[in-house]
């Protein structure tokens, strides 16, 4: 069909293209920033040392039979710690270079690492309800806006949801996870984009797997509005924009 032609091209490698194209890295163009910089004035949040013994499942095989993706979650909060542990499995840097590449608990080409977290919170101990932003290299938080209903208005962002409705608003927290584009096409130029998208599904998966060790439910999001949430997080949706978000929260046992 003619109009699923540039979304199926998009899905193929481009590699051949790409072979001709002077990158601007190739140029000798600056780097772009590897993480984001902040506002040292902003307000920190430091999170406890990942602590493996909070782990319920250790058992690899197990967690990855049992995950599945879970709507229904209770009201009760999730702790600071099992967010720290789940903050690192997703974006956490496990090593860093000479050069000042950092390499994380999941892989990503080249190690470019376009991404940035956001997370709504609605539920967690120690936790004012609002906007926050990861800091990988530091592994703390800084809060970014106080919101008191930070829940109606996850709920507005992601839509109509078709498997249970509202679901998204009764989690814990929402992870939203931003690409900054041009810190992949610096090195890639027009293969990037591609890669970028595969690269946020490990992430997720990490999350899901994460989330399954300590026994909370999780679920994907891929349905959302992405002015809205691009203009709550203050991004400008051009450099910067949401591609994925999931939902985090204590599973509900059922009666
Ligand atoms: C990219 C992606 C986007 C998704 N978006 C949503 C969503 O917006 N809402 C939802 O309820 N589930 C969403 N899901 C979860 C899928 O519906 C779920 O993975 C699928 O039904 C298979 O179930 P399982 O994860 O339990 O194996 C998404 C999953 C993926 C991988």
New binding site residues.
Partial sequence: MKRYEAERKFLKSNFNEFKNIKTDKAKGLPQPDRVKPYDLKSRIISLPAVDPEIIKKRDIYQCIGD?????LYSEEAISLEELSYLLWATQGITLTNKAGITFRTVPCSGATHSFETYLFIMNVTGLDKGIYRYLPVEHKLMFILPIDDIDRRLDTI?LD????PH?TKKSAVAFAWSTIPYRSEWKYDITAHKKILIDV?HI?QNL?LSGESLNLGV??????DQEAVDNLLQLDGEEEFII?MAAVGRKRVLQ
């Fill in positions: 995950r599945r993706s879970n709507r992601s949801q078709p498997f249970v679901f599904g997720c899901y679920c994907a999001i891929g349905i959302y994925y």
